[in-house]
């Protein structure tokens, strides 16, 4: 069985920077694009980014391109999305999400979820 547990959400003040962590099990790690979504409250959930298996390519939304980036470790089965400059506008449920495909940018292209991690900024 597939788990995706996500871990680092916090609520922070504007301007701020946070780490959010995914741990991965039940799944060859190192054949997936690892993606990170987000959902506000009555929203749709929103692609954020992704990172192919190899680490070596990745691709953002516009509106975080330049203050987030998301990494991996194939040897921890873990993906990291490094948030920097927050603004109140990216208080939302940040998902862990797993993938065969790449780029994986719409949310049905994802096999596996994560319960997701609360980030809340205050302006």
């Known amino acids: 069985q597939v788990h995706l547990v996500e871990s680092g959400g916090a609520l922070v003040q504007a301007g701020s920077s946070l780490r959010l962590s995914c741990a991965a099990s039940g799944l060859t790690f190192g054949a997936h694009t690892m993606g990170w979504f987000r959902r506000v409250i009555g929203n749709e959930r929103e692609f954020v980014a992704s990172?192919?298996?190899?680490?070596?390519?990745?691709n953002y939304a516009d509106s975080v391109k330049g203050r987030f980036t998301i990494s991996r470790d194939n040897a921890k089965n873990a993906v990291y999305l490094q948030l920097t400059n927050l603004k109140a506008e990216d208080t939302a449920i940040y998902f862990c999400?797993?993938?065969?495909?790449?780029?994986?940018?719409?949310?049905?292209?994802?096999?596996?979820w994560g319960q997701g991690t609360q980030v809340t900024v205050s302006s």
């Open positions: 999400t797993a993938s065969r495909l790449y780029p994986a940018l719409r949310s049905y292209e994802y096999d596996h």
């Open positions: 990172i192919r298996w190899n680490g070596e390519n990745t």
